[in-house]
């Protein structure tokens, strides 16, 4: 069985959610393989907007039944630049699914689901997994103020948002290590994506309190598939792939000096 | 239908398409893409005697049309491959060929002689670009004494076909292409990845943790081109061209200035499938042309 294809897709619709991010939603022309929370897929933008190579971006939500992708994108470069400018109609082409995605299995319990900006964009399918199996959970979103906080509403309607803004516009002040659902503490594993910053210190808590911990990891890749070496992370392991036995990885496998 | 057999010394293609080393894994990685047996042949990664984790992290960055890398020849050895690997990838349908790396002369010869006795490896590539640990780092591949040295060494080690990759950052490429064919190759491939490198003017900082690395993709390829002719022309042993192939026109254009067979790269990145579409649209280009077989073409270049 294939566990991933190359598909054509093509745009539905995009929306501009902030400066800086937007949400693009498209149809898979061929049979996608099955999708789990935490996979990515690399897209090929048009080669006239200067983007060589694929671009990876998680899965932020996808319809089984209609093929349909979404992903949550934030404009930093050449080529989230191009896919900002995508529009109804446009066609792209993916790999996809790429990646290990989280383990729902191995952190069972009452699950703490810890993204910081951008890192947003996978919180929501693995949501609507934990939803799916009756389990208990909370989001916890870390931002500079409220314009980096995307798509609040849809995350609502899963499970509870606890917020931490720098600039205190919305939500508790400080970083979301500084939130009080911490200190209140409950749950019994974290599952977490955003700049490595916030999740080195989200990790530093997790392993103070005990608590298992998935981060995903976001390297600069070329195949995605495990084919080129270019995308390692530095585990007790070695070198491995981030793209092949990540992205997602339990803290315990990592190098990190925390 | 044109006849898409290629042969490089005793080695038979179905077709003139190979996958080049570092870019394709094993093939395995590429199998829920496409078909990896309709391949000519498959180069897989750079192996050498001892495990190596390569260089940190990060080592890739994109340039105008084209990347560079760093990865510096991450590989979990000779005997791994031959433990481990070579069971998986012995049965796929087409021509294996290991790529061979190493920083002394000794470390080639015992990594080719292990290999030799592979009998589902029909080839080995001899990357020579790597440095000379025991002569102060300079690469093997870029004076013909010592390119020479490494070939004749293990020439008389490996008994199959041997194919030495040729690297592109040297003054007279023909000339390291002549001291390789007289010491016993049976082939040169070119080129492997000119060195570049690329700075991030916001942090003042390079982008790869190497500093400089190896470029690769369709911003090499009129490098590539100028550098096939100029080999075919100075050699008889037959000549496989690379570098920044992405469509079956590039392949053909490697054809006319001499090579006899075709490496796809950094392509495989952007459509993994590329390969076999190129195998297919050199056909095409045969038939359109009225020309019987690949041979009629290969350094068919009118100037
Ligand atoms: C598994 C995975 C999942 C990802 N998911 C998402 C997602 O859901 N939404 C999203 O917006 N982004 C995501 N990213 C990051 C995204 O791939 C990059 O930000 C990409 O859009 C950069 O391409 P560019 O052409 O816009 O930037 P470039 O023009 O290539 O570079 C612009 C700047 O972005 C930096 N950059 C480039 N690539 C990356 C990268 N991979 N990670 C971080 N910084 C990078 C460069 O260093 C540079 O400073 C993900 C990355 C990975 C590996
Ligand atoms: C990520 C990456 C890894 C590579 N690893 C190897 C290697 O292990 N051995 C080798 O001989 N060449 C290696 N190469 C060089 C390629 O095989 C090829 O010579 C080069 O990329 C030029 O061809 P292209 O432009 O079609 O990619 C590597 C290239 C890339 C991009
Ligand atoms: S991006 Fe090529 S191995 Fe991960």
Same mark, same amino acid.
């Given at each position: 069985?294939?566990?991933?294809?190359?598909?054509?897709?093509?745009?539905?619709?995009?929306?501009?959610?902030?400066?800086?991010?937007?949400?693009?939603?498209?149809?898979?022309?061929?049979?996608?393989?099955?999708?789990?929370?935490?996979?990515?897929?690399?897209?090929?933008l048009p080669s006239c907007?200067?983007?060589?190579?694929?671009?990876?971006?998680?899965?932020?939500?996808? %319809?089984?039944?209609?093929?349909?992708?979404?992903?949550?994108?934030?404009?930093?470069?050449?080529?989230?630049?191009?896919?900002?400018?995508?529009?109804?109609? %446009?066609?792209?082409?993916?790999?996809?699914?790429?990646?290990?995605?989280?383990?729902?299995?191995?952190?069972?319990?009452?699950?703490?689901?810890?993204?910081?900006?951008?890192?947003?964009?996978?919180?929501?399918?693995?949501?609507?997994?934990?939803?799916?199996?009756?389990?208990?959970?909370?989001?916890?979103?870390?931002?500079?103020?409220?314009?980096?906080?995307?798509?609040?509403?849809?995350?609502?309607?899963?499970?509870?948002?606890?917020?931490?803004?720098?600039?205190?516009?919305?939500?508790?002040?400080?970083?979301?290590?500084?939130?009080?659902?911490?200190?209140?503490?409950?749950? %019994?594993?974290?599952?977490?994506?955003?700049?490595?910053?916030?999740?080195?210190?989200?990790?530093?808590?997790?392993?103070?309190?005990?608590?298992?911990?998935?981060?995903?990891?976001?390297?600069?890749?070329?195949?995605?598939?495990?084919?080129?070496?270019?995308?390692?992370?530095?585990?007790?392991?070695?070198?491995?792939?981030?793209?092949?036995?990540?992205?997602?990885? %339990?803290?315990?496998?990592?190098?990190?000096?925390? | 239908?044109?006849?898409?057999?290629?042969?490089?010394?005793?080695?038979?293609?179905?077709?003139?398409?190979?996958?080049?080393?570092?870019?394709?894994?094993?093939?395995?990685?590429?199998?829920?893409?496409?078909?990896?047996?309709?391949?000519?042949?498959?180069?897989?990664?750079?192996?050498?005697?001892?495990?190596?984790?390569?260089?940190?992290?990060?080592?890739?960055?994109?340039?105008?049309?084209?990347?560079?890398?760093?990865?510096?020849?991450?590989?979990?050895?000779?005997?791994?491959?031959?433990?481990?690997?070579?069971?998986?990838?012995?049965?796929?349908?087409?021509?294996?060929?290991?790529?061979?790396?190493?920083?002394?002369?000794?470390?080639?010869?015992?990594?080719?002689?292990?290999?030799?006795?592979?009998?589902?490896?029909?080839?080995?590539?001899?990357?020579?670009?790597?440095?000379?640990?025991?002569?102060?780092?300079?690469?093997?591949?870029?004076?013909?004494?010592?390119?020479?040295?490494?070939?004749?060494?293990?020439?008389?080690?490996?008994?199959?076909?041997?194919?030495?990759?040729?690297?592109?950052?040297?003054?007279?490429?023909?000339?390291?292409?002549?001291?390789?064919?007289?010491?016993?190759?049976?082939?040169?491939?070119?080129?492997?990845?000119?060195?570049?490198?690329?700075?991030?003017?916001?942090?003042?900082?390079?982008?790869?943790?190497?500093?400089?690395?190896?470029?690769?993709?369709?911003?090499?390829?009129?490098?590539?081109?100028?550098?096939?002719?100029?080999?075919?022309?100075?050699?008889?042993?037959?000549?496989?061209?690379?570098?920044?192939?992405?469509?079956?026109?590039?392949?053909i254009e490697f054809l006319?200035?001499?090579?006899?067979?075709?490496?796809?790269g950094t392509a495989n990145?952007?459509?993994?499938?590329?390969?076999?579409?190129?195998?297919?649209?050199?056909?095409?280009?045969?038939?359109?042309?009225?020309?019987?077989?690949?041979?009629?073409?290969?350094?068919?270049?009118?100037?």
């Amino acid at each position: 069985m294939k566990k991933s294809t190359q598909t054509d897709l093509i745009v539905r619709s995009s929306e501009r959610l902030s400066d800086s991010a937007v949400l693009v939603s498209m149809q898979a022309c061929d049979p996608v393989p099955d999708v789990r929370p935490g996979q990515f897929l690399q897209l090929l933008l048009p080669s006239c907007k200067g983007a060589y190579l694929r671009r990876p971006y998680s899965i932020h939500d996808f %319809d089984s039944e209609t093929g349909t992708v979404s992903l949550l994108v934030q404009m930093v470069g050449t080529g989230s630049r191009a896919v900002a400018e995508l529009k109804a109609g %446009d066609v792209v082409n993916a790999l996809m699914p790429l990646g290990n995605g989280f383990d729902l299995e191995s952190q069972p319990g009452n699950s703490l689901l810890v993204a910081g900006g951008v890192g947003m964009a996978p919180m929501y399918l693995l949501g609507k997994e934990l939803k799916a199996m009756n389990r208990n959970f909370t989001f916890l979103f870390g931002a500079r103020g409220e314009k980096q906080l995307l798509r609040l509403e849809a995350f609502r309607s899963l499970a509870p948002v606890a917020i931490s803004t720098q600039d205190g516009s919305v939500g508790e002040t400080g970083l979301v290590t500084d939130n009080s659902i911490l200190a209140k503490g409950g749950f %019994d594993s974290i599952f977490c994506c955003g700049p490595t910053p916030m999740m080195k210190a989200v990790a530093k808590y997790a392993s103070q309190n005990n608590l298992p911990c998935q981060v995903s990891l976001e390297h600069h890749m070329a195949c995605g598939m495990g084919a080129c070496l270019c995308c390692v992370e530095d585990t007790v392991e070695g070198h491995v792939c981030v793209c092949k036995e990540g992205p997602v990885f %339990d803290i315990k496998k990592l190098k990190w000096q925390i | 239908m044109a006849d898409l057999k290629t042969k490089i010394g005793s080695l038979e293609l179905k077709n003139p398409v190979l996958t080049a080393s570092g870019t394709f894994g094993y093939g395995l990685e590429y199998q829920d893409y496409m078909d990896i047996s309709k391949l000519g042949g498959i180069i897989v990664k750079g192996t050498t005697l001892a495990p190596r984790q390569g260089n940190p992290y990060p080592r890739m960055a994109e340039v105008h049309m084209g990347m560079l890398n760093a990865v510096g020849l991450q590989n979990k050895g000779v005997d791994y491959f031959v433990n481990n690997i070579y069971p998986k990838i012995k049965d796929i349908d087409t021509n294996m060929i290991v790529n061979v790396s190493g920083s002394s002369i000794p470390d080639y010869v015992e990594t080719a002689a292990r290999i030799d006795g592979l009998d589902r490896i029909p080839a080995i590539e001899l990357n020579i670009s790597c440095p000379n640990v025991k002569q102060g780092g300079m690469a093997f591949g870029v004076n013909p004494a010592s390119a020479a040295q490494v070939v004749d060494a293990v020439r008389k080690a490996y008994s199959k076909t041997l194919i030495v990759k040729l690297s592109p950052n040297v003054t007279d490429i023909a000339e390291i292409a002549r001291a390789v064919e007289g010491a016993g190759a049976d082939s040169v491939s070119l080129i492997n990845t000119m060195l570049g490198m690329a700075i991030n003017a916001e942090t003042r900082r390079p982008v790869l943790s190497t500093v400089t690395g190896g470029m690769s993709g369709p911003a090499v390829k009129p490098v590539a081109l100028r550098m096939v002719w100029q080999t075919a022309k100075a050699v008889k042993i037959p000549v496989i061209g690379l570098g920044g192939i992405q469509c079956a026109t590039d392949a053909i254009e490697f054809l006319l200035a001499g090579a006899s067979a075709v490496e796809i790269g950094t392509a495989n990145f952007v459509d993994p499938a590329i390969s076999e579409k190129v195998a297919v649209g050199i056909g095409e280009w045969l038939d359109r042309h009225g020309c019987k077989s690949v041979a009629e073409i290969v350094g068919a270049l009118e100037c």
